[in-house]
């Protein structure tokens, strides 16, 4: 059982481009969270996919936008990059009873982006 | 609003010995609580998760952690260290309100265990 994948791995980009970052969650899940983590910090939630549509929004500008797809993968896109926006980047699955019940979010191994 | 702050970016231990990783948490509402595990260049492992059933939750690895009401806490220990236990370990709280599922993390602590 596959759990939850996101590519590429790694990324360098140039400030003022655009990044497209993808995530496929783990079997059976249909909800997806995207989190930032800075070096140094803890994960800050970014936001929330559910039903193809956004159901939750951190703090975060509209710089960053998302897309749930029918099969559920999504995608984290950032327009106009900073050198802020360095950081791991974190795909988090569930499904949407248990995210109801127990808040319980299963992570993918990150994408590491580069703003230089 | 949620917030979790864990005492201590870097705690030492020897192998063998017990460890203690502090979370403190605030929120206003019944709140679940989960510890997560991070190693070098990889995503977030799930250690254990409070869910308002038993006040002290047992993990993966051998970790457990005990829900104290009154001292808002989640403290993560271990009865005796592995070189394997070496990672980064992230407190979480959630959610932060009615149709709220966002988790909120802490900055993390780092653990080393000493040979």
């Known amino acids: 059982d596959a759990g939850v994948t996101q590519s590429p791995t790694h990324l360098i980009k140039t400030r003022g481009q655009q990044v497209t970052l993808r995530c496929s969650p783990k079997?059976?899940?249909?909800?997806v969270s995207w989190y930032q983590q800075a070096l140094g910090q803890g994960p800050q939630f970014i936001f929330q996919y559910y039903e193809e549509e956004e159901r939750q929004r951190g703090n975060f500008p509209d710089r960053f936008s998302g897309h749930q797809f029918p099969n559920y993968s999504s995608e984290l896109n950032v327009n106009a990059l900073l050198l802020g926006d360095s950081a791991l980047y974190l795909c988090a699955s569930s499904s949407g009873l248990a995210i109801a019940l127990s808040y319980e979010q299963y992570f993918g191994p990150g994408t590491r982006l580069t703003v230089t | 609003a949620q917030s979790v702050t864990q005492l201590g970016s870097h705690v030492s231990v020897s192998e063998g010995a017990l460890v203690l990783l502090r979370c403190n948490y605030s929120?206003?509402?019944?709140?679940?609580l989960f510890w997560y595990v991070q190693y070098p260049n990889q995503g977030l492992q799930l250690l254990l998760k409070?869910?308002?059933?038993?006040?002290l939750v047992k993990g993966i690895n051998g970790f457990e952690a005990e829900f104290k009401k009154s001292e808002t806490s989640f403290h993560l220990t271990k009865p005796s260290a592995h070189m394997s236990d070496a990672a980064e370990y992230f407190c979480?709280?959630?959610?932060?309100?009615?149709?709220?599922?966002?988790?909120?993390f802490g900055k993390g602590t780092k653990l080393s265990v000493i040979p």
């Open positions: 079997s059976g899940h249909d909800t």
């Open positions: 929120s206003s509402v019944p709140p679940y």
């Open positions: 979480a709280v959630g959610p932060s309100g009615a149709g709220s599922y966002q988790l909120t």
């Open positions: 409070y869910t308002s059933a038993a006040t």
